[in-house]
């Protein structure tokens, strides 16, 4: 055929072709593969190939590529520097990628890093952390052997493990203060050891003290002022611990008017919300206002305690075993197997370790003490991270 009249065939074909429906248009171009040789369908698969199996990634502006590659999922970024050269380069050059990851799993994310590939690291490493928290191998343990009695409390603060009970202090005030079996809490001159003043108002044991700069503004306190908190089995009292020894309660919180619901002997305060948890769960409360903003209620929360609760994840224990929760999803994200120990009712006989990591793990604050408790041999078990491989 000329070349003249193929043209004009060709044109009257296509125009023809576009008035077909879909399903005419498909049984045509089966027509012609059926009616095609060797030649003709190495051209067809060819030209499929560039039309179907671009390469967007190569193709695409490199921030369009980026946003993209923001909506796959981890395992599928990893397969995908798996493909060529290039698509591991492009994969790996993309900070907010990584970071976003790692962010996902709990990870603390440092923004003036914007190494791509430090982030792939980071989010390799923190994968295996949690899966080594699933699967119970994040975790050893370790026994301190010495003592010739039981040991009934213990403290642990900047690194240091003592048998104390229910003490705080504050270097800036100089003052130490301590809760006691007679309902009272007591302040005391850190450097010369003399009783500044005696609180009073619980009418349990008061089980746990703590001293803490307030960070958030209220009608009662300004950012900046020192509290001291105390708590017995059923309430919590709030104490302005300032210059000023002598003082008067703020505010007391409990979970129960009429006392029904008993407070565990674990309490936590980080100048903005206090958290405690009770026979029916773990409670929140903000500092600014005393409302209670969150309760996290457990299978079972009359066994279940509170050890340590972060922005990321919170630390609990039972009678067997310890248990990582991530507090976004209020799901466990690993236990570890627990001796039998005695469990204080005072709350004095085991503790957390090293608590940073609960704010999101960095990759440098997953190691240390976790977790201690006092034995009935009178020896001391520690729950240690094990180093990340």
Not at 82 to 108: A, D, F, P
Not at 157 to 173: Q, W
Request: net charge negative; aromatic share 10%.
């Amino acid at each position: 055929m000329e070349k003249a009249a193929f043209e004009g065939w060709l044109e009257t074909v296509s125009a023809t072709f576009l008035t077909l429906n879909d399903q005419q248009r498909n049984h045509s171009l089966d027509h012609l593969i059926s009616l095609s040789g060797a030649v003709q369908l190495r051209h067809l698969s060819n030209g499929l190939e560039t039309l179907l199996k671009r390469d967007f990634l190569r193709l695409l502006p490199l921030e369009l590529a980026f946003y993209l590659l923001r909506w796959l999922d981890p395992q599928t970024l990893l397969t995908c520097c798996l493909v060529c050269k290039q698509w591991n380069k492009v994969i790996n050059s993309c900070t907010e990628v990584w970071q976003g990851v790692c962010r996902e799993l709990g990870w603390r994310i440092d923004e003036s890093i914007q190494d791509a590939s430090h982030w792939k690291g980071v989010y390799l490493k923190a994968k295996l952390r949690m899966m080594q928290l699933k699967d119970q191998e994040a975790f050893e343990t370790s026994s301190l052997i010495g003592h010739s009695a039981r040991v009934y409390a213990l403290y642990y603060k900047d690194g240091l493990l003592c048998t104390v009970f229910s003490v705080d202090y504050n270097d800036e005030l100089d003052v130490l203060v301590s809760g006691s079996a007679d309902f009272s809490v007591k302040v005391w001159a850190l450097s010369a050891g003399a009783c500044l003043n005696t609180l009073t108002g619980h009418t349990e044991w008061v089980t746990k003290v703590m001293l803490q700069k307030s960070e958030v503004e209220s009608m009662m306190h300004s950012p900046g002022d020192h509290i001291l908190l105390s708590a017995d089995k059923y309430e919590i009292k709030v104490w302005p611990l300032g210059r000023e020894i002598n003082c008067k309660c703020l505010k007391t919180l409990s979970v129960s008017e009429d006392r029904s619901i008993s407070l565990q002997p674990r309490l936590q305060f980080d100048g903005r919300y206090i958290v405690c948890s009770s026979d029916l769960g773990v409670y929140q409360w903000d500092f600014a206002s005393f409302k209670i903003l969150r309760v996290i209620k457990t299978q079972d929360p009359a066994n279940l305690s509170l050890l340590s609760y972060g922005e990321v994840f919170a630390l609990l224990f039972d009678n067997h075993f310890l248990y990582v929760m991530d507090l976004r999803t209020e799901a466990i994200s690993g236990r570890w197997p627990l001796p039998a120990y005695r469990k204080s009712k005072r709350g004095s006989s085991f503790l957390a370790g090293v608590t940073s990591w609960l704010n999101g793990l960095d990759g440098g604050n997953d190691s240390g003490l976790v977790f201690a408790t006092s034995m009935p041999d009178h020896s001391i078990h520690l729950v240690l991270w094990k180093e990340n491989g």
